[in-house]
């Protein structure tokens, strides 16, 4: 029944409504959507080659792949479920590689009256929730809570610890902004590529000062559609490409 489902999810998401000969499937984080379907464009456009994409969590993804079998190539929002992936048997040996970088950003809706600094002030800051991706599985959750494990407030305790208990934790990190932005009252933590891409909807508090976020990429082993999965594995890290993620917000990893 897993199987069943899986296979109904993943047909349900692509860029196509069904794979052929001609058409690769590649499992992506979500933060990616946009990017990615831009640059499959730019893809196909080039190697007459189809694209057909399947976005979600990077903890969903790896589930679905670990089931199904399917796939050609896998973009996770981390390492730990890239690893996941390859505890399985289930990636071509030597073909990961840190695609991009990106960086958190402490946002509210814009009509909220949130002002931040300092990533210390929010030790005082008065919001009811932080909507985040759940930190025990979703990759951006995990990136929100290492920076805040980091930061520590007057009186030694880590700003983690006093804001844990106000979590909202969502199945991906655009569930997260989603959340944010429907509330006056809350904060989220989101990628900053997510916050660009909400235009006027929502206000910056501040960002991380490290682009720590990382996206490996690695072909899946067995992929189907042979050449058709190498050849968009190499032109995603082209510089035709990575002028696109640029454009959307991304970093190249340094």
Partial sequence: MLFALTIGFVSGCQKTTDTD???????????LGDALREVGEAFSEESGVG?????????????????SGRGDVFISADERWMDFIGKRGLLEEGTSVQLLSNRLAIVCAAGADFQVDRIDELCQLDFAFLCIGDPDAVPAGRY???????ETCGNGETLWSL?????????????????????????????????????????????SPQADVRYPMALL??????????????FVQSERAMAIFEAHGFERVE
């Fill in 21 to 31: 000969d001609d058409t690769i499937l590649v499992f992506a984080a979500a933060s």
């Fill in 144 to 150: 929100v809570r290492k920076w805040l494990e980091e």
């Fill in 51 to 67: 694209v057909a994409f399947n976005f979600a969590g990077s903890q969903t993804l790896a589930q679905q792949i670990g089931a």
């Fill in 221 to 234: 082993k067995g992929h189907s559609k042979g050449e058709g999965g190498t050849a968009f594995h190499r």
């Fill in 163 to 207: 804001v844990r208990n106000r979590v909202s934790p969502t199945s991906d990190v655009r569930a997260a902004l989603a959340q944010t932005l429907g509330r006056l009252d809350s904060i989220g933590i989101v990628y900053r590529t997510d916050y660009l891409r909400s235009g006027d909807r929502a206000k910056l508090l501040l960002e």
